[in-house]
């Protein structure tokens, strides 16, 4: 072969190397381009509804020294509500903003409206006996809950309610009645399971109980049929010591964070609680 041919040839091959066509084994080495995994999306954060009770020209209970319900309770729920939106996992309602009357029904309404995953009444109680204190959880009870069943299906077949992804102004009364009934049924349990969370929290925070301190009644606004609720009786006003306990801004905390604990271990967060 004439050495310009041969020269020719060898150029030819050398411009393929440099352009990558004439390098099958370099290929084979190049290290193999990595799947990158789409990050997991953050959880939604959940809603927590917060109901200071009374407000308004309902004053509720009035302790000795004059402390009035509503003015402490509405403290505690906001020092809650920043609890709660500290750590992100959290949006937060309330179902009154100010001193405000709201109605019963009207708190309900406004937690379903919203979709609430959670509702949580907060309370100062009254007695008689100015020596009783110590705070107790409320959630609804069976018989309670069957008689607001009856009630809430006749209401949302009038117009035409969902209950548990279902029209009920589609159903017969009875299927309503059973519909809401299931709901409300499976509701009362997972509130169950709130209020001894909250009454275990309380404990180990050294919050001073009431004896029997879980307890069940027909409450207006725990009557949701799809939304765990407890009413929380953080004290009584008309005993010397929690009326003042509650008028104190580091009890009003630690009231916050006792029951930030307790939505957290409701929703399996695992959050230990945040020291005072």
Do not use: C
Request: glycine share 8%.
């Amino acid at each position: 072969m004439a050495a310009p041919y041969r020269r020719n040839i060898i150029a030819g091959l050398a411009g393929l190397t440099a352009f990558g066509l004439g390098a099958p084994a370099a290929w084979a080495n190049q290290p193999a381009k990595k799947s990158i995994a789409k990050p997991t999306p953050p959880p939604k954060p959940r809603l927590v509804f917060l109901d200071p009770g009374h407000g308004g020209r309902d004053p509720g209970a009035l302790g000795v020294r004059g402390t009035q319900e509503k003015v402490v309770v509405m403290a505690i729920a906001r020092e809650l509500q920043r609890e709660l939106q500290a750590g992100g996992r959290y949006r937060v309602m309330l179902t009154r903003a100010s001193d405000s009357f709201v109605a019963l029904r009207e708190r309900v309404a406004r937690a379903q409206a919203a979709k609430a995953d959670l509702f949580l009444s907060l309370h100062a109680d009254s007695h008689p006996d100015n020596d009783v204190r110590g705070a107790s959880v409320y959630t609804l009870s069976e018989e309670a809950s069957d008689r607001e069943a009856a009630a809430l299906a006749a209401r949302e077949n009038r117009a035409d309610g969902v209950v548990a992804g279902m029209r009920l102004g589609s159903q017969t009364d009875d299927v309503a009645r059973t519909l809401v009934a299931m709901s409300q049924r499976g509701t009362v349990n997972d509130s169950r399971r709130l209020a001894e969370t909250i009454v275990q929290t309380f404990g180990k925070g050294g919050v001073r109980l009431l004896p029997r301190t879980h307890r069940q009644a027909g409450f207006a606004v725990l009557t949701a049929p799809e939304i765990p609720a407890a009413l929380v009786e953080l004290g009584y006003l008309s005993n010397p010591q929690d009326e003042k306990l509650l008028t104190v801004r580091q009890h009003q905390i630690a009231l916050a964070r006792a029951l930030r604990a307790s939505v957290d271990a409701h929703f399996g967060a695992g959050i230990a609680t945040r020291k005072a």
